[in-house]
C-alpha cells in the first residue's frame, strides 16, 4: 500500500528515531570522517550512521521500496529499481553537517516519500529545536498541529531571502556571483546552513523566500512538499521543475520577481 498518511507516519516515526539518536551520540566536537567532491564537503561518522539506520528501518517495513540517499546512494527495492508500486525514500540523514559539525541548533533530518517519481509525503525535523515539519500531497502543511502558510503579497524589495552555498570553489564563485545581484535589491539575505530547514521556513513565514544554485534533490525533497503545501512555489528556471541548477521557493507574485532577477543564470540561454 502506498497512501500518503501512512508513509507519513511511519517517515516521521523513522525521523524521531534518528533524531533521538543523533542527540545521544553526538560529541561535543564531532570530528570530520571525510571529506567528499571538496575540502568544504564533509561527512561525518553520524551522517553515516543515521542514514543506516533510516535504511534499516525502512527495509523492515517496507522491503519492496527503493531508498536515495546521499551517503549510501540508490539501492532498488527487492523486486526492482523503482520499489514495489513505485515508492522510494529519498533521504538526507543530516541537512546541515557543518552547523551539526560546530553544535550551531539548525540541523535535520529530512525524509521524503515518493510514489511514481512524485513525492507524496515528506517529514524534516529540526532535531536541536524539537521541529518536526511535515506535509502530505493534497493535506497541507504541518508544524506541532498548526498548519503553515508562507508569507504571500510581499515584494521583492521587502523580502527577506534565505540561500546556500553548496561546496566547491568554482561553484561558490558563481553562488556569489549571483549573491552580489540580489543583496542590493531585497530586505536581507540569510544563510541558515540547511536547504530542508531554509524550505521549511519559507512554509512558516519565517522567511519570505529561499533560493539556491547547487543543491541536491535529497536536500529539498521532502521540504520542497512542505513548502508546496504551505502555499509557496517551488521551481527552477524558465519552467523547469526545481533541479541542481536552480531550486527557487516563495509565494507566487515574490517568485515570479526572484525568478526575473535569477533567469539570467539559466545556462541554456547562453
Ligand atoms: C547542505 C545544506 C546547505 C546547502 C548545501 C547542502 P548537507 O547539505 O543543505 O544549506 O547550502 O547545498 O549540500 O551537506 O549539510 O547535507
Ligand atoms: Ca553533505
Ligand atoms: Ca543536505
Ligand atoms: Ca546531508
Known amino acids: 500500500m502506498a497512501d500518503g498518511d501512512a508513509l507519513l507516519e511511519l517517515a516521521v516515526s523513522i525521523a524521531r528515531e534518528a533524531g533521538e539518536m543523533l542527540l545521544a551520540k553526538r560529541p561535543a566536537r ?3 570522517l571525510a571529506t567528499k567532491s571538496s575540502p568544504t564537503d564533509v561527512v561525518t561518522v553520524l551522517d553515516r550512521a543515521a542514514e543506516e539506520l533510516i535504511r534499516t528501518r525502512v527495509r523492515q517495513a517496507r522491503p519492496y521500496d527503493a531508498i536515495l540517499g546521499e551517503e549510501g546512494g540508490e539501492t532498488p527495492g527487492l523486486s526492482g529499481p523503482s520499489g514495489e508500486g ?3 525514500w529519498v533521504v538526507d540523514p543530516i541537512d546541515g553537517t557543518v552547523n551539526f559539525l560546530y553544535g550551531l541548533p539548525d540541523w535535520a533530518v529530512s525524509i ?5 517519481g512524485e513525492i507524496v509525503a515528506g517529514v524534516v525535523h529540526n532535531v536541536p529545536r524539537a521541529e518536526i515539519f511535515t506535509a502530505v500531497r493534497g493535506g497541507g502543511a504541518w508544524l506541532a498541529g498548526e498548519r503553515l ?6 515584494p521583492l524589495s521587502r523580502a527577506l531571502v534565505a540561500t546556500g552555498f553548496g561546496y566547491g570553489a568554482e561553484r561558490r564563485r558563481v ?4 549573491l552580489a545581484d540580489v543583496v542590493p535589491v531585497v530586505r536581507d539575505i540569510r ?3 540547511s536547504c530542508a530547514i531554509d524550505l521549511c521556513s519559507v512554509a512558516a513565514g519565517r522567511v519570505d523566500a529561499y533560493y539556491e544554485r547547487g543543491a541536491n534533490y535529497w536536500d529539498w525533497a521532502a521540504a520542497g512538499l512542505v513548502a508546496a503545501e504551505a502555499g509557496a ?3 527552477g528556471l524558465n519552467g523547469k521543475p ?3 541548477e536552480l531550486t527557487l521557493s516563495a509565494a507566487p507574485g515574490l517568485f515570479e520577481e526572484l525568478h526575473d532577477l535569477l533567469a539570467p543564470l539559466d545556462p541554456e540561454r547562453g
Open 175 to 178: 553562488q556569489a556571483e549571483v
Open 233 to 235: 512555489r517551488i521551481a
Open 86 to 88: 513505485g515508492v522510494r
Open 149 to 154: 502558510r508562507c508569507n504571500t503579497g510581499v
Open 112 to 116: 521524503g516519500v515518493e510514489v511514481d
Open 242 to 244: 526545481a533541479n541542481p
Open 30 to 32: 564531532p570530528e570530520v
Open 191 to 193: 544563510r541558515g546552513g
